[in-house]
């Protein structure tokens, strides 16, 4: 592992990110060792219960990297917390900072009805899939108060510190681990899980001075993925005190976000994806027609989704330099004087209680090396190309990449030029010979040369409709290489294809009235379908209908949608109508059908005979 130097720590503590989090936070980032000091280790095999293998307070370097029999689907896991009981919960959520947190908007009042009905077959989920138990966040919440109360010198804020340079940048990577992720008690989130691993990249690069400067900021996030994950140093929406970028940590998540507000992250139900797309393919259908809007590029996740609230306000603790509590600092790589944390490269377990989870979300995560399954995570092996930086030289040395991709262009014209070239003098004989034959009445051989001519030139129109767009592409290239010298990089978004963006004002508008009908309307539907099914069964199925309207009527008020809901309805009673008129005409249709196809077969085999 590349060692870190003196030059790389101030390089780490020149760029330290602030981190603001929401009033009620309970879990700040912490010294993983101080959590190993407490842990217990376990190992949970197929058919049988958990057994802890070395119990609290003995777990030391050896012991927790100690190579191990492997059994077949094991798993090993720390733990530090344990549930509390029912009157301890009520007892700390009475007095502990949770009061000062209150929720905005319900994340309910700003989806429409489908999401908000599936949300109750998730919370259900949790019943059947496994989940953390009930008291733990609070149990880790008040382990973690006397830890760091024990501390002594320990006590505080920490980061864990990478250094990697890679394709010509400097990744600064902090990572910011926590006892617990009480996402889902606390804050009405996705889930609970013992522990959290989140990160911050500054990537940095030597400017024409050769002089160290800030480039990029990335951060970890629930969904986003590559270019998304990361913003061009300049952006204006960033917050930077001095070379300090200033990030907004979701309230019991700890997602990391550029700005502050609050962001409606999805969870993807299982197994929807098809349904999705099929959906999808009707509405872009019907736009086709001209009977509907024209629909963007498809989402990287196209199953259907359930929203979430993830509260980034910044309006509680802020750590980081300047601030009433700063970093203390463990670095992941060996130094001259020190050697990196052994777990970094030889523990791959659990961080917290294995929970049992089928969809994982309520399991504790690994460490920032390894992923579930054992291998080394993207961002830990290609920080760079983590958030899609390989692609995006450093500032320095973009006009040298521009200059050595306009001499590819050059070349590659020039190669096609002489393709065109030896083409065009080709398709010449070749018409050339057709002529001839034509003159000689040799039909047969003339009609093959004049299908070579046709092919040949398709192929000259692609190959110099190619030619031509490398010719733009030049052009563009050069103004682009103007506006570098002149010191103008461009937008500083363009990179962007579905950023992560904090709810608008009108989403956090909606009223009180929208609120309430929100919360009832499920518990309501599923009355009412109760009430059609036991007492009025002979108009079940048009009372449902009736139903369904009025939901949909008073939804498309709510959330002023009306114009989508037509357009819905019309999809779908076009979609209704051709199933009818297919499965009414089936048998005219497949008989016209077989006529097409015999008629085509004559044609082409008569034509083949007299030709």
């Known amino acids: 592992?590349?060692?870190?130097?003196?030059?790389?720590?101030?390089?780490?503590?020149?760029?330290?990110?602030?981190?603001?989090?929401?009033?009620?936070?309970?879990?700040?980032?912490?010294?993983?060792?101080?959590?190993?000091?407490?842990?217990?280790?376990?190992?949970?095999?197929?058919?049988?219960?958990?057994?802890?293998?070395?119990?609290?307070?003995?777990?030391?370097?050896?012991?927790?990297?100690?190579?191990?029999?492997?059994?077949?689907?094991?798993?090993?896991?720390?733990?530090?917390?344990?549930?509390?009981?029912?009157?301890?919960?009520?007892?700390?959520?009475?007095?502990?900072?949770?009061?000062?947190?209150?929720?905005?908007?319900?994340?309910?009042?700003?989806?429409?009805?489908?999401?908000?009905?599936l949300d109750m077959f998730f919370s259900l989920s949790l019943l059947l899939r496994g989940n953390t138990p009930g008291g733990l966040a609070v149990g880790?919440?008040?382990?973690?108060?006397?830890?760091?109360?024990?501390?002594?010198?320990?006590?505080?804020?920490?980061?864990?510190?990478?250094?990697?340079?890679?394709?010509?940048?400097?990744?600064?990577?902090?990572?910011?681990?926590?006892?617990?992720?009480?996402?889902?008690?606390?804050?009405?989130?996705?889930?609970?899980?013992?522990?959290?691993?989140?990160m911050v990249t500054v990537y940095a690069a030597e400017d024409a001075s050769g002089q160290i400067q800030p480039c990029w900021l990335a951060c970890s996030a629930h969904l986003g993925e590559g270019d998304d994950l990361r913003r061009r140093w300049d952006d204006p929406g960033?917050?930077?005190?001095?070379?300090?970028?200033?990030?907004?940590?979701?309230?019991?998540?700890?997602?990391?976000?550029?700005?502050?507000?609050?962001?409606?992250?999805?969870?993807?139900?299982?197994?929807?994806?098809?349904?999705?797309?099929?959906?999808?393919?009707?509405?872009?259908?019907?736009?086709?027609i001209g009977q509907g809007d024209s629909l963007g590029p498809p989402k990287t996740q196209e199953g259907i989704h359930i929203p979430f609230v993830d509260y980034a306000r910044g309006d509680g603790l802020r750590v980081g330099p300047g601030q009433p509590w700063t970093w203390q600092v463990c670095l992941l790589q060996p130094t001259a004087e020190s050697p990196e944390p052994p777990w970094v490269d030889n523990y791959r377990g659990l961080w917290g209680l294995r929970s049992g989870d089928l969809l994982g979300g309520e399991d504790a995560p690994t460490g920032p090396r390894f992923d579930r399954s054992g291998g080394e995570r993207k961002?830990?092996?290609?920080?760079?190309?983590?958030?899609?930086?390989?692609?995006?030289?450093?500032?320095?040395?973009?006009?040298?990449?521009?200059?050595?991709?306009?001499?590819?262009?050059?070349?590659q014209r020039d190669e096609l030029s002489r393709t065109i070239d030896e083409a065009t003098a080709q398709m010449m004989g070749f018409e050339m010979e057709v002529a001839a034959q034509r003159s000689t009445f040799s039909r047969a051989e003339a009609d093959k040369a004049q299908r070579q001519l046709e092919k040949l030139d398709k192929e000259l129109t692609q190959l110099k409709a190619e030619r031509a767009a490398i010719d733009v592409a030049q052009e563009q290239c050069a103004t682009y290489a103007e506006r570098l010298a002149s010191g103008d990089p461009g937008d500083p978004r363009a990179h962007?294809?579905?950023?992560?963006?904090p709810a608008s004002a009108a989403d956090l508008r909606l009223g009180r009235l929208a609120a309430i009908w929100s919360a009832v309307s499920v518990g309501v539907l599923l009355l009412s379908l109760a009430v059609l099914a036991q007492f009025f069964p002979g108009i079940l199925i048009p009372g449902v209908a009736a139903l369904l309207g009025v939901y949909a009527f008073i939804e498309a008020l709510f959330h002023r949608t009306l114009d989508g809901l037509i357009r819905g309805v019309a999809v779908a009673l076009a979609v209704v109508a051709t199933l009818v008129i297919v499965i009414q005409f089936a048998l005219p249709l497949l008989l016209a059908l077989v006529v097409l196809v015999g008629i085509f077969i004559l044609v082409e085999n008569v034509r083949e005979l007299i030709t």
Not at 56 to 69: N, Q
Not at 157 to 174: D, E, F, P
Not at 251 to 257: C, L, P, Q, V, W
Not at 496 to 501: E, G, I, N, Q, W
């Open 1 to 117: 592992m590349q060692e870190v130097t003196d030059n790389d720590l101030a390089l780490l503590r020149r760029f330290e990110p602030v981190l603001c989090f929401n009033r009620g936070e309970q879990f700040y980032p912490m010294s993983a060792d101080l959590y190993l000091a407490q842990a217990s280790l376990w190992v949970y095999c197929p058919d049988t219960d958990p057994e802890i293998l070395v119990p609290p307070g003995k777990l030391d370097d050896v012991a927790l990297t100690e190579r191990r029999d492997e059994t077949p689907g094991a798993v090993y896991y720390l733990r530090v917390a344990n549930a509390a009981s029912l009157t301890e919960v009520r007892a700390f959520r009475r007095n502990s900072t949770l009061r000062e947190f209150h929720t905005g908007p319900g994340r309910l009042v700003r989806v429409g009805l489908l999401p908000r009905f």
């Open 238 to 288: 960033l917050e930077r005190l001095g070379e300090h970028p200033i990030v907004y940590v979701g309230a019991g998540s700890h997602a990391n976000y550029f700005f502050r507000g609050e962001y409606m992250p999805a969870v993807e139900i299982p197994f929807t994806q098809p349904l999705a797309r099929a959906w999808r393919e009707v509405r872009r259908l019907w736009a086709r």
């Open 496 to 501: 962007l294809h579905a950023p992560d963006l």
């Open 379 to 411: 961002r830990w092996y290609d920080p760079v190309g983590w958030s899609g930086l390989d692609k995006t030289p450093p500032p320095a040395a973009a006009m040298a990449t521009l200059a050595q991709q306009q001499q590819r262009l050059r070349e």
């Open 140 to 198: 880790a919440a008040q382990r973690y108060q006397a830890i760091e109360q024990a501390a002594g010198s320990h006590r505080g804020t920490w980061y864990h510190g990478r250094v990697v340079r890679q394709h010509g940048y400097i990744a600064l990577q902090y990572y910011f681990f926590y006892a617990f992720n009480d996402w889902r008690s606390s804050f009405h989130g996705v889930n609970d899980h013992e522990s959290d691993w989140e």
